[in-house]
């Protein structure tokens, strides 16, 4: 059985970096396209970005576009997402998601999804 674990959240201020990582288990990982997405409140999840399974293609939202960075280490089934320049309108948790394919497609429905992860961006 698939299943994510998110980790790295937490409370930084506004400007500052958080790492997150997502470990994969029970699921051929180079074979899945990877997420994350994030959500507040009463808000639907929105995307953040994804990677292909190679890792050689990767998409963003306009809203974190040359902020942060998505990964991948198809050796250690971990995704990450190097997140800089956070602002207070980026606090919301964080989930990693994924689905077997080979680029991100938009409107292509997720098939597992991690826990989350709170982050928090402090003004």
């Known amino acids: 059985q698939a299943q994510l674990v998110e980790s790295g959240g937490g409370l930084v201020q506004a400007g500052g970096s958080l790492r997150l990582s997502c470990a994969a288990s029970g699921l051929t990982f180079s074979s899945y396209v990877m997420g994350w997405l994030r959500q507040t409140p009463g808000k639907e999840r929105a995307f953040v970005a994804a990677?292909?399974?190679?890792?050689?293609?990767?998409n963003y939202a306009d809203s974190v576009k040359g902020r942060f960075t998505i990964s991948r280490d198809n050796a250690k089934n971990t995704v990450y997402l190097q997140m800089n320049s956070l602002k207070p309108e980026d606090t919301a948790v964080y989930y990693c998601?994924?689905?077997?394919?080979?680029?991100?497609?938009?409107?292509?429905?997720?098939?597992?999804w991690g826990q989350g992860t709170q982050v928090t961006v402090s003004s």
């Open positions: 998601a994924a689905y077997p394919g080979v680029v991100f497609t938009t409107g292509r429905t997720w098939d597992y």
């Open positions: 990677i292909s399974r190679s890792g050689g293609t990767t």
